[in-house]
């Protein structure tokens, strides 16, 4: 079969492009399903090097990044020895390792795809990302209207959320909580930057323009209008990153990265504990959600101080916390945290304190490898890669330092999936510019390059 074979509608080729739009579009119309497409990931890439054993698939190895991710995960499941949740500390990690080998055998399989097949598996990717940016800017904007009638017409779909349902009195769905809308915005986030790099490559013109169109209007849309604070925060950093990155030294850029990511890991428990001793949560410039954060990441500061070396256990915090808020009611301890009742939550909101409340000191160091080893594998990225693996990097930070626990299964999945969409983008990339291995200069290094 000839190239231009291959790229016929119908053919094999097509049908996986077919299959990848269709798994993006559903991640998107239901977060919590990534959770089950990234085992469908890992399953066909394993078929894939079963079925053709022979091939020089890239990476070889795991590389460091792959590496200090795997330590951590480990580490998190040696904790349910210790742990207030023993099966959660074993089980969730293991769906860590589990993602983590679903992206390293997804990019392995795209390092030997045949040029029709990722054509259309980006190509299909790619629509179903821009259906997906104009679904959920339509849901923003009409109060998940979508959502509403179907839930109306098919009543049995919500049957099993029905506390996030309010009834009017003739038995249409009135509203529906944003619980759903919100993690469609993360997910979404997590995709722009690969959805991006998709459209900037793919060969049809039409395509493109309705590419740029999409993503403009779905990412404008959460930065005006989405009631997702954390995402609205992770869009907004990752299109400073991009730029700064696109005009600016990026050795430079990922320098200062490695240092801000370095403060974040190890400076989140007196940032926090500070920020509530200065009563941040009775500031009424600070909208409510923000409020909340501050007495909720103290309330975990303070608890760090019970295990600091080795945590409390992996996604434990629900027990523990629990736990430690009862006893100091009990020991009328209680503070003042002004309109909230107290500190507890089921979660710290924050990934950096979140680890080191439940993996402690150890974990923490983990999660700082993790963090400068990602950065040190964008620095080996072809220069016209970097800005925008260098955006998607900022806008993970900071989607994790305000928002959902990192052991939630659709939240690990969802990050999986937007890297092993990357690696499909980076792949598009190359074939369309016919890459040999020379970096792409960036705005910065042809201006330096004019004055020498």
């Known amino acids: 079969m000839t190239k231009l074979q291959a790229m016929q509608p119908f053919s094999k080729a097509w049908w996986a492009g077919v299959a990848a739009g269709t798994l993006a579009l559903i991640a998107l119309i239901d977060p919590r399903t990534t959770s089950v497409l990234v085992v469908l990931v890992l399953l066909a890439a394993l078929a894939d090097q079963f079925l053709r054993p022979a091939l020089p698939r890239r990476p070889e190895k795991f590389g460091a990044a792959f590496i200090a991710v795997a330590a ?59 259906i997906a940016f104009v679904l959920v800017a339509f849901e923003i904007l009409t109060r998940q209207l979508i959502t509403r009638s179907l839930f109306t017409a098919f009543p049995s779909l919500y049957a099993n959320i029905t506390k996030h349902i309010t009834l009017a009195a003739d038995g249409s769905v009135q509203s529906v909580t944003i619980a759903n809308l919100n993690r469609r915005m993360a997910v979404l986030i997590w995709f722009l930057w690969p959805a991006i790099m998709l459209a900037i490559h793919d060969p049809s013109r039409v395509r493109r323009l309705l590419a740029y169109a999409s993503i403009s209007f779905g990412a404008a849309t959460i930065l005006l209008y989405g009631s997702h604070q954390s995402s609205q925060v992770a869009l907004l950093g990752g299109l400073v990153a991009f730029g700064i990155a696109s005009w600016f030294n990026r050795t430079a850029v990922i320098g200062a990265l490695a240092a801000l990511w370095s403060a974040a890991v190890l400076l989140v428990v007196p940032i926090s504990l500070m920020t509530l001793n200065a009563d941040l949560h009775k500031a009424n410039w600070l909208f409510y959600s923000a409020q909340h954060r501050v007495v909720i990441w103290g309330t975990a500061a303070e608890e760090v101080m019970r295990a600091p070396i080795i945590g409390i256990g992996a996604d434990a915090t629900r027990s523990a916390m629990k736990k430690a808020v009862s006893e100091a009611k009990a020991a009328e301890q209680a503070r003042d945290f002004g309109k909230f ?16 409340y439940e993996l402690g000191a150890v974990g923490a160091l983990l999660l700082l490898a993790v963090g400068l080893f990602v950065l040190r594998a964008i620095a080996t990225l072809q220069a016209g890669v970097q800005p925008t693996a260098i955006a998607m990097f900022v806008t993970t930070s900071l989607l994790i330092g305000f928002s959902y626990s990192i052991w ?43 004055t020498v």
């Open 72 to 130: 951590f995960a480990v580490w998190a499941m040696v904790s349910a020895i210790w742990s207030h949740s023993p099966s959660h500390s074993l089980l969730k990690p293991a769906f860590l390792l589990l993602t983590l080998a679903a992206v390293w055998f997804a990019i392995r399989a795209t390092s030997t795809a045949t040029r029709p097949v990722a054509h259309y598996i980006g190509e299909g990717v790619l629509t179903g990302l821009l």
């Open 341 to 356: 009742d107290s500190g507890y939550a089921n979660h710290a909101h924050n990934v950096y304190l979140q680890v080191w």
């Open 408 to 450: 939630q299964t659709w939240f690990i999945a969802a990050c999986g999936l937007s890297v092993a969409i990357f690696a499909v983008a980076i792949r598009k990339r190359s074939d369309q510019l016919g890459l040999t291995g020379e970096p792409i200069p960036s705005t910065a290094d042809k201006m330096a390059a004019k």
